[in-house]
Nanobody
């Protein structure tokens, strides 16, 4: 099975920035879509951002649009999530995900491959 390993989480003050990374153990070009989800305490896992295999098409949750940017570096088998202007409500465990087929990207049940998650805490 493919392994997805997230890194870059941590504690940041409101208004600050973080960059998350997710590195694939296999060729990232094999996956139709890669994305990020998050799960806050007491909440269900929710869609954050997605990017297609070529990096030419992206979608974002309304709550992060204009603040977060997803990108991928196929040569490094890595997808990134740049997070700016962070808010306390962004606090969550952030998960990297991948899928081999065309899917409804904002449907958490459509994704089959997941990382272990990395904690992001936004607090003063």
């Amino acid at each position: 099975q493919v392994q997805l390993v997230e890194s870059g989480g941590g504690l940041v003050q409101p208004g600050g920035s973080l960059r998350l990374s997710c590195t694939f153990s296999t060729n990232i070009r094999n996956y139709y879509a890669v994305g990020w989800f998050r799960q806050a305490p007491g909440k269900e896992r929710a869609f954050v951002a997605v990017i297609n295999y070529s990096g030419t098409n992206t979608h974002y949750a309304d709550s992060v649009k204009g603040r977060f940017t997803i990108s991928r570096d196929n040569a490094k088998n890595t997808v990134y999530l740049e997070m700016n202007s962070l808010k306390p409500e962004d606090t969550a465990v952030y998960y990297c995900a991948a899928e081999l087929r065309s899917i409804t990207y904002n449907d958490v049940t459509s994704w089959n491959y997941w990382g272990q998650g990395t904690q992001v805490t936004v607090s003063s």
